[in-house]
Nanobody, 125 residues
Framework: QVRLVQSGGGLVQPGNSLTLACTGAGLTFAGSPMAWFRQAPGKERHYVAAIGRGGGTMYNIDAARGRFTISRDNAKNTVYLQMNNLTPEDTAVYYC??????????????????WGQGTQVTVSS
């Protein structure tokens, strides 16, 4: 059974940084494209960033705006999302997602078979 367990959310002040982590089990992590999505209150879920099995990265320019960095540590079966200079507009539930091993990296949430439980990020003073 595949599990993605997220950690690292919380309440931060505007301008501060936060790093989310997502650890996978039950899947061939090193071969799996991984992505982060977020869903703000009352809005649809949106793609934030993705990283391929080779480490290549993709970003939603509007969401990340050069402030977010996605990375992975295959030895730890973990993908990270480092978020800098956070603003209230970044407040959302953040989800990590994984595709089956060997598939290409995409930005479509419907392409991802496995999902983390979600973690709340609140940016407020």
């Amino acid at each position: 059974q595949v599990r993605l367990v997220q950690s690292g959310g919380g309440l931060v002040q505007p301008g501060n940084s936060l790093t989310l982590a997502c650890t996978g089990a039950g899947l061939t992590f090193a071969g799996s494209p991984m992505a982060w999505f977020r869903q703000a209150p009352g809005k649809e879920r949106h793609y934030v960033a993705a990283i391929g099995r080779g480490g290549g990265t993709m970003y939603n320019i509007d969401a990340a705006r050069g402030r977010f960095t996605i990375s992975r540590d295959n030895a730890k079966n973990t993908v990270y999302l480092q978020m800098n200079n956070l603003t209230p507009e970044d407040t959302a539930v953040y989800y990590c997602a994984a595709r089956k091993s060997g598939l290409p990296t995409t930005a479509r949430d419907s392409d991802y078979e496995y999902w983390g439980q979600g973690t709340q990020v609140t940016v407020s003073s």
